[in-house]
């Protein structure tokens, strides 16, 4: 069974950097979709970047631009979320998701069938 899991997360005061990582495992495709999502209590959950590890269809959202970047280590089966400059409205539970292909546009959770468990994210002012 397709398994992803988060790791990464935790507390860091505005203006810091945090390194998420998501490994793939049990996903036996050369490449696919994979993206970050994050999730603030009551809100919805939100597309945060986007790749497809065979090199196109990359996406960041405009939130988010200039300061998170995504890096790929596609023998590993690993997608990072490197976030630097982090602000207080960065604060969410972020998870990693997967699909077999992207859509042609920003993502959406319901374009993904497989999740990991997410890992929290506070940015503290």
């Known amino acids: 069974e397709v398994q992803l899991v988060e790791s990464g997360g935790g507390s860091v005061q505005a203006g810091g950097s945090l390194r998420l990582a998501c490994v793939v495992s049990?996903?036996?495709?050369?490449?696919?979709?994979m993206g970050w999502f994050r999730q603030a209590p009551g809100q919805e959950r939100e597309g945060v970047a986007r790749?497809?590890?065979?090199?196109?269809?990359?996406y960041t959202a405009d939130s988010v631009k200039g300061r998170f970047t995504t890096a790929l280590d596609h023998a590993k089966k690993t997608l990072y979320l490197q976030m630097t400059s982090l602000k207080p409205e960065d604060t969410a539970m972020y998870y990693c998701?997967?699909?077999?292909?992207?859509?042609?546009?920003?993502?959406?959770?319901?374009?993904?069938?497989?999740w990991g468990q997410g890992t929290q994210v506070i940015v503290s002012s």
């Open positions: 049990q996903y036996h495709r050369d490449d696919f979709c």
């Open positions: 998701a997967a699909h077999a292909y992207c859509h042609g546009r920003p993502p959406l959770a319901r374009d993904f069938d497989y």
């Open positions: 790749i497809w590890t065979g090199g196109t269809a990359n």
